[in-house]
């Protein structure tokens, strides 16, 4: 990777050289008037896939941690996320190298208190 690459290459490029993980391209999520860039992937460990998207948190998901984003017949949720602070220890920033991020998952059988719609576009290859 390459510090000139752009941020979602180089996360194309980081999933692609994961044991275990299958990066299926970039995508882009609209949730609300606000838009992120990531990767959609599958990981052998869990069943579905993920998008992990740059960026700070949406801000229905501020408002409450109990929502879900529905996509289709989908429904994915906030499976994780990572704040950057300046405390961080080095170890840390280096490990969570692309800065603010968070992971959304496809729900099973969870119920959510809000839902809101949310768009994908997956890169065409």
Not at 24 to 36: M, P, R, T, Y
Not at 76 to 93: G, I, T
Request: aromatic content about 12%.
């Amino acid at each position: 990777m390459t510090a000139t690459q752009n941020p979602v290459d180089r996360l194309k490029e980081y999933f692609s050289n994961l044991p275990g993980i299958t990066c299926l391209g970039a995508v882009n999520v609209k949730i609300g008037k606000s838009n992120w860039s990531g990767v959609k992937y599958h990981d052998a460990n869990w069943e579905g896939d993920r998008l992990y998207l740059l960026g700070d948190l949406p801000n229905t998901y501020k408002r409450s941690s109990n929502t879900g984003y529905k996509n289709g017949d989908d429904v994915w949720y906030v499976a994780c996320y990572y704040a950057s602070r300046e405390d961080h220890p080095a170890s840390v920033k280096e490990f969570q190298s692309f800065g603010n991020n968070f992971i959304l998952a496809i729900a099973k059988e969870i119920d959510f208190k809000n839902i809101a719609s949310m768009e994908i576009e997956l890169e065409q290859k």
